[in-house]
C-alpha cells in the first residue's frame, strides 16, 4: 500500500501563487503514476496535473495550462503541484494519487481558496 500526506494548502489572494507538496510513503517504488486532482463540493472531481514517475512526463488540464507546474523529487519522495497566477476560480480541495500495482491510492486533500 501507499500513504500519500498533502500539505501547502491555504488562503491566497488572485494572483498569487502556492506550492502543493504530497509526500509518499510504502510501496513507493512502484509508484508508476501520481496526479493531482481538485473538486469542489456538489462538482465532479477534475484532473489538473498528472506525471510519470519513470520518465518525468507530463499532461495538464485546459484550464492550468501555463499556470501549474506539477514535479516531483525522487530523494524525498514527493510530488510537487507550484500553482501561480491563481484564480478564484481555482478554489477547490486539492488531492493528490498515487497509481501502484492497478490501484490508485488517495492523500486526505488540502484545501485552496483563491480570493477575488
Known amino acids: 500500500q501507499v500513504q500519500l500526506v498533502e500539505s501547502g494548502g491555504g488562503l491566497v489572494q488572485a494572483g498569487g501563487s502556492l506550492r502543493l507538496s504530497c509526500a509518499a510513503s510504502?510501496?513507493?517504488?512502484?509508484?508508476?503514476?501520481m496526479t493531482w486532482y481538485r473538486q469542489v463540493s456538489g462538482k465532479q472531481r477534475e484532473s489538473v496535473a498528472v506525471?510519470?514517475?519513470?520518465?518525468?512526463?507530463?499532461n495538464y488540464a485546459d484550464s492550468v495550462k501555463g499556470r501549474f507546474t506539477i514535479s516531483r523529487d525522487s530523494a524525498k519522495n514527493t510530488v510537487y503541484l507550484q500553482m501561480n497566477s491563481l484564480k478564484p476560480e481555482d478554489t477547490a480541495v486539492y488531492y493528490c494519487?498515487?497509481?501502484?500495482?492497478?490501484?490508485?491510492?488517495w492523500g486526505q486533500g488540502t484545501q485552496v481558496t483563491v480570493s477575488s
Open positions: 510504502g510501496m513507493i517504488f512502484s509508484i508508476t503514476r
Open positions: 506525471i510519470s514517475i519513470s520518465g518525468g512526463s507530463t
Open positions: 494519487a498515487a497509481l501502484e500495482a492497478g490501484t490508485e491510492y
